[in-house]
Antibody, heavy 121, light 111 residues
Framework: EVQLVESGGGLVQPGGSLRLSCAAS????????MTWVRQAPGKGLEWVSV???????YYAESLKGRFTISRDNSKNTLYLQMSSLRAEDTAVYYC???????????????WGRGTLVTVSS | QSVLTQPPSVSGAPGQRVTMSCAGN?????????VHWYQQVPGTAPKLLIY???NRPSGVPDRFSGSKSGTSASLAITGLQAEDEADYYC???????????FGSGTKVTVL
């Protein structure tokens, strides 16, 4: 079955760090464009980061320097390393597979169920 | 604040047709980038509903249709059903931000 399963969320103090994982099955992470999208409680969707099949990475401007996307090809798993966390980073974090032609026309056609990150003291 | 603007809510009776807009500008929709739509039932992950402005993935009923013109796009649901009650988000790419952007979301209520 083709699916994505996130893990690693939880309660973290402001200024802390957390690494999210997204295990893929039924397809190869390294051959696809993979993204992270987050959703704060009661709010809309916000794109976080993308990693190309070639390894290039891009981030939402507001998150540059604090978040790092990566993957482990041997584990077929996507990661999001988050540091210097703030209360406003509290959200459900979804990993998703991107598809489409040009990168500017990509859409997200496979989503995980998400993992909740709560930043609070 | 979302880059793409959607009405907060729309509603309709079962069987009716409802539409929702997604307004952007010349650095996203108006620049020619595709618009995609997602359906999100509260408590679950988003699901791709329309891609490439007006294409439906396999399994999505033809009651859902998308269109795009100028700096905006629209999603229409015909023959509204109770199961269509959800939040709907548009998505595109913004060249000024170099980022994928989502709309603010529209909640559809079936009366």
């Amino acid at each position: 079955e083709v699916q994505l399963v996130e893990s690693g969320g939880g309660l973290v103090q402001p200024g802390g760090s957390l690494r999210l994982s997204c295990a893929a099955s039924g397809f190869t992470v390294s051959s696809n464009y993979m993204t992270w999208v987050r959703q704060a409680p009661g709010k809309g969707l916000e794109w976080v980061s993308v990693i190309y099949s070639g390894g290039s990475t891009y981030y939402a401007e507001s998150l540059k320097g604090r978040f790092t996307i990566s993957r482990d090809n041997s584990k077929n798993t996507l990661y999001l390393q988050m540091s210097s966390l703030r209360a406003e980073d509290t959200a459900v974090y979804y990993c998703a597979r991107a598809s489409g032609g040009s990168y500017s026309d990509w859409y997200f056609n496979l989503w995980g169920r998400g993992t909740l990150v709560t930043v609070s003291s | 604040q979302s880059v793409l603007t959607q009405p907060p809510s729309v509603s309709g009776a079962p069987g009716q047709r409802v539409t929702m807009s997604c307004a952007g500008n010349n650095s996203n929709i108006g620049a020619g980038y595709d618009v995609h739509w997602y359906q999100q039932v509260p408590g679950t992950a988003p699901k791709l509903l329309i891609y490439g402005n007006n294409n439906r993935p396999s399994g999505v009923p033809d009651r859902f249709s998308g269109s795009k013109s100028g700096t905006s796009a629209s999603l229409a649901i015909t023959g509204l059903q109770a199961e269509d009650e959800a939040d709907y988000y548009c998505q595109s790419y913004d060249s000024r931000l170099s980022a994928y952007v989502f709309g603010s979301g529209t909640k559809v209520t079936v009366l």
